[in-house]
């Protein structure tokens, strides 16, 4: 951490956790109190069923049943305690960049526009969290978490699957934007963008070539524009998305460049798993990892769109020079 963060954990974040690290531990006791009497209340019930000669499946279903209610029940105080420290770390630490923090958004930016693009897959669940937004570089961006899941049946029985977890951000680019350029994996787990012809609003998308062969591998890219898509495409911005994949530890990272809003934007979607998160509550609540941990991805992240937007508004500020 540098000095700024330092300083706000040792003169306000610790002490404050530390004043709350005694209810932490009543309400950890309080949790496995309701859960051993979940496990006894089963046991007794799971005696009479047995003893009136019921079959193994209402025994089972009483054993796993009564343990589970017991946990859920004795983790409400617990999880109550949970969603008010990350509200006050994130936020803690989203105005010390300058930014604002909502544990929801009120309107998920662009994910239709995105879903659109076939960038993320369709799903039946959604869930949104961890709104952050602000200004890098004069450029306003936000981002934020988004877990999708689509529904199966198998045998009879309807379970959900986990088809994206990660996070989307949107930068009003510096530079010109105008058409489309969407930026896929060339994996084929998005085949509805891979189909030569595919138009959004009128503008047909062609496969476009990528100059550096290393990046050829890594993605596909369509635009209807050749030559534009190119200018935007450059190595040093490739490089930097890909950089963005690896420093939060996750994978196929895709992106689009969009002049839909009228300002021309720049939207990224990465799978990145769960992000912004404090960790176990059955630590003490003082220990330094929960707030590093999140300055850390953040930071991964916001500094990776002052790398992602400055190559953009040098190589802008050289263009008008030159006409």
Same mark, same amino acid.
């Given at each position: 951490m540098d000095d700024r963060f330092q300083s706000l954990w040792t003169e306000k974040l610790e002490p404050w956790l530390a004043g709350l690290e005694a209810d932490r531990k009543r309400f950890v006791r309080l949790r496995w109190y309701w859960t051993a009497g979940g496990v006894a209340l089963s046991l007794a019930l799971a005696g009479v069923l047995a003893w009136k @000669?019921?079959? %193994?499946? $209402?025994?089972? =279903?009483? /054993?796993? #049943? %009564? $343990?589970? /209610? %017991?946990? =859920? #029940? %004795?983790?409400? @105080? /617990?999880?109550? =305690?949970? *969603? +008010?420290? *990350? @509200?006050e770390l994130n936020t803690t630490i989203a105005e010390a960049l300058g930014l604002t923090y909502s544990a929801k958004p009120s309107n998920p930016a662009r994910f239709d526009r995105l879903r659109e693009f076939g960038l993320l897959p369709s799903?039946? +669940? +959604?869930k949104f969290e961890d709104h952050f937004a602000g200004e890098r570089d004069g450029c306003e961006f936000e981002l934020y978490e988004a877990h999708l899941e689509q529904r199966r049946r198998s045998n009879k029985r309807t379970y959900y699957v986990t088809v994206f977890h990660g996070v989307i951000i949107r930068i009003n680019f510096p530079r010109k934007v105008e058409g489309i350029t969407l930026i896929t994996r060339d994996q084929g787990l998005f085949n509805g963008i891979q189909a030569f012809g595919r138009s959004f609003g009128g503008n047909k998308l062609e496969r476009i070539g990528l100059v550096d062969p290393t990046f050829e591998k890594a993605f596909e890219v369509y635009g209807n524009d050749q030559v534009l898509a190119r200018y935007m495409l450059? $190595?040093?911005? =490739?490089? +930097?998305? /890909? @950089?963005l994949e690896t420093s939060l530890k996750g994978k196929n990272v895709r992106a689009a460049f969009d002049e839909d809003s009228g300002e021309g934007e720049l939207l990224i979607a990465a799978e990145t798993g769960n992000l912004f998160e404090i960790g176990s509550m059955s630590r003490p609540l003082t220990e330094p990892g929960r707030f590093t941990q999140i300055v850390d991805e953040l930071d991964h992240i916001t500094s990776l769109i002052d790398l992602l937007v400055a190559p953009a508004q040098l190589n802008e500020h050289e263009a008008r020079q030159g006409e």
């Open positions: @000669a019921f079959d %193994g499946v $209402p025994i089972v =279903m009483a /054993l796993i #049943i %009564g $343990p589970f /209610l %017991g946990y =859920m #029940i %004795g983790s409400r @105080a /617990l999880h109550a =305690m949970s *969603k +008010r420290v *990350k @509200a799903s039946d +669940r +959604r450059t $190595p040093s911005f =490739m490089e +930097r998305l /890909l @950089a």
